[in-house]
């Protein structure tokens, strides 16, 4: 009687052994998926999150190359082509991207900026056995471009040596304004002689040699900069128009029209220019003793025309100061060649306005500037020897600021 008892306890202990180990069994296949599937989405999520570091470096990097194409002077359609391509390099792959300039949203919208958006869909591994949907990621940055300071003098050759060169006994001062040059030359901006210059810096693409010491607001010139485009390379060529319009060169005073000039200007005596835009098919002298003036004037020079002023001279002439060619008051043409252009003029000659040849030299070697200081200079490469002080506040009189040293930075 007694063994039948133990033998029945054993059986039963040994029956309920058995069940407990199948039911540890059965929970353990059942929650096995749960736990590879927890195990698997922290991975997965490191995984995601080490991509979306990736993804915001690609546009972070996509949105800087937009933006130096920018500065450099590039179209829309480059300036993608360079995001695009930076993408690529850093393994977008099959991802989307989007560039815009300005940005289409956020708080640059209205700025000189470039705003990139990036994005992948992601294959899942461990999180399979959840769903099949791809993960997508984005990504967005927008390089802004500032403008470190304003030009009142820009040489735009690339390469010319000396392509700024202030000599002689010149006597020069910019107020509020930087002396800029794209020549990567390693004398690109030159300061020789007795010459006196004061500037807010001097700013190169390339190099500065200074035979005598500048008074400038930066603590050294700025060398190894970013070149600039040109600043007025959206401003439209005029037009000539006919019939021709011809001098009366034997008069000692006389008002003459805006309009096409097919021979030239030879100006002497006493010359009125009436407001309006002048196409000079041929150079433009201005004899010793003229007297030349006009208001609200743009001169464009057509082809490789230059403009020549007497020393002896008195030249007051100021820009418009609204519409198409407002704050221009000499336009060269760029489709000239190589030339030079020498302003020169009495100490009580104003030039009011920009003086821009994209394709030529300017000799500045007048004792004048503009109404207020304002007279900016832009053209291929500057040699001045005279003695001028200039200011760069010059948006009351139309004209425009001249940027100088962009730099650019990740924003958002």
Same mark, same amino acid.
């Given at each position: 009687?007694?063994?039948?008892?133990?033998?029945?306890?054993?059986?039963?202990?040994?029956?309920?052994?058995?069940?407990?180990?199948?039911?540890?069994?059965?929970?353990?296949?059942?929650?096995?998926?749960?736990?590879?599937?927890?195990?698997?989405?922290?991975?997965?999520?490191?995984?995601?999150?080490?991509?979306?570091?990736?993804?915001?470096?690609?546009?972070?990097?996509?949105?800087?190359?937009?933006?130096?194409? =920018?500065?450099?002077?590039?179209?829309?359609?480059?300036?993608?082509?360079?995001?695009?391509?930076?993408?690529?390099?850093?393994?977008?792959?099959?991802?989307?991207?989007?560039?815009?300039?300005?940005?289409?949203?956020?708080?640059?919208?209205?700025?000189?900026?470039?705003?990139?958006? !990036?994005?992948?869909? @992601?294959?899942?591994?461990?999180?399979?056995?959840?769903?099949?949907?791809?993960?997508?990621?984005?990504?967005?940055?927008?390089?802004?471009?500032?403008?470190? #300071?304003?030009?009142?003098?820009?040489?735009?050759?690339?390469?010319?040596?000396?392509?700024? @060169?202030?000599?002689?006994?010149?006597?020069?001062?910019?107020?509020?304004?930087?002396?800029?040059?794209?020549?990567?030359?390693?004398?690109?901006?030159?300061?020789?002689?007795?010459?006196?210059?004061?500037?807010?810096?001097?700013?190169?693409?390339?190099?500065?040699?200074?035979?005598?010491?500048?008074?400038? &607001?930066?603590?050294?010139?700025?060398?190894?900069?970013?070149?600039?485009?040109?600043?007025?390379?959206?401003?439209?060529?005029?037009?000539?128009?006919?019939?021709?319009?011809?001098?009366?060169?034997?008069?000692?005073?006389?008002?003459? =029209?805006?309009?096409?000039?097919?021979?030239?200007?030879?100006?002497?005596?006493?010359?009125?220019?009436?407001?309006?835009?002048?196409?000079?098919?041929?150079? @433009?002298?201005?004899?010793?003793?003229?007297?030349?003036?006009?208001?609200?004037?743009?001169?464009?020079?057509?082809?490789?025309?230059?403009? #020549?002023?007497?020393?002896?001279?008195?030249?007051?002439?100021?820009?418009? $100061?609204?519409?198409?060619?407002?704050?221009?008051?000499?336009?060269?043409?760029?489709?000239?060649?190589?030339?030079?252009?020498?302003?020169?003029?009495?100490?009580?000659?104003?030039?009011?306005?920009?003086?821009?040849?994209?394709? $030529?030299?300017?000799?500045?070697?007048?004792?004048?500037?503009?109404?207020?200081?304002?007279?900016? !200079?832009?053209?291929?490469? &500057?040699?001045?020897?005279?003695?001028?002080?200039?200011? $760069?506040?010059?948006?009351?009189?139309?004209?425009?600021? @001249?940027?100088?040293?962009?730099?650019?930075? &990740?924003?958002?």
């Amino acid at each position: 009687m007694a063994f039948n008892c133990f033998t029945r306890i054993r059986l039963m202990a040994a029956s309920m052994r058995g069940s407990r180990a199948a039911n540890v069994a059965t929970i353990f296949a059942l929650t096995l998926p749960i736990v590879v599937g927890a195990a698997g989405f922290g991975v997965e999520t490191s995984y995601w999150y080490y991509n979306s570091l990736r993804l915001q470096a690609t546009a972070d990097a996509a949105a800087y190359a937009g933006a130096l194409e =920018q500065i450099s002077g590039s179209d829309t359609p480059t300036i993608v082509a360079a995001a695009t391509q930076s993408a690529a390099t850093n393994g977008l792959g099959a991802g989307t991207i989007v560039v815009n300039t300005p940005p289409a949203s956020g708080p640059n919208t209205a700025k000189k900026a470039v705003e990139v958006i !990036v994005g992948q869909k @992601l294959n899942r591994m461990f999180t399979l056995i959840f769903t099949q949907s791809q993960v997508p990621e984005q990504a967005r940055a927008v390089a802004l471009i500032t403008d470190a #300071s304003k030009a009142c003098l820009r040489a735009l050759d690339p390469s010319a040596s000396q392509s700024v @060169l202030v000599s002689g006994s010149a006597s020069m001062k910019l107020t509020g304004c930087v002396i800029m040059t794209n020549s990567i030359a390693q004398d690109a901006i030159k300061v020789q002689g007795s010459a006196a210059l004061q500037a807010d810096c001097l700013i190169s693409a390339g190099g500065v040699v200074l035979n005598n010491p500048v008074t400038t &607001i930066c603590k050294a010139p700025i060398t190894q900069a970013l070149p600039i485009p040109d600043p007025f390379a959206s401003v439209p060529a005029p037009t000539a128009s006919n019939p021709c319009q011809t001098l009366k060169n034997n008069k000692t005073t006389q008002t003459i =029209q805006p309009g096409t000039y097919c021979s030239g200007m030879d100006l002497s005596g006493n010359v009125t220019l009436s407001p309006g835009v002048y196409v000079v098919q041929g150079n @433009l002298k201005i004899n010793a003793g003229a007297v030349v003036t006009g208001s609200g004037v743009t001169i464009f020079m057509a082809g490789s025309s230059t403009v #020549s002023m007497n020393g002896n001279a008195t030249v007051t002439l100021s820009a418009p $100061q609204s519409g198409t060619y407002s704050g221009m008051l000499f336009y060269g043409d760029r489709t000239g060649m190589a030339a030079q252009s020498t302003f020169n003029g009495t100490a009580d000659s104003l030039l009011t306005g920009a003086i821009y040849f994209s394709k $030529q030299q300017v000799n500045y070697l007048g004792n004048f500037s503009g109404k207020n200081g304002c007279t900016q !200079v832009v053209a291929d490469t &500057i040699q001045w020897s005279g003695n001028s002080t200039i200011n $760069q506040d010059c948006s009351s009189l139309g004209m425009k600021d @001249l940027p100088a040293a962009a730099s650019v930075a &990740i924003v958002e």
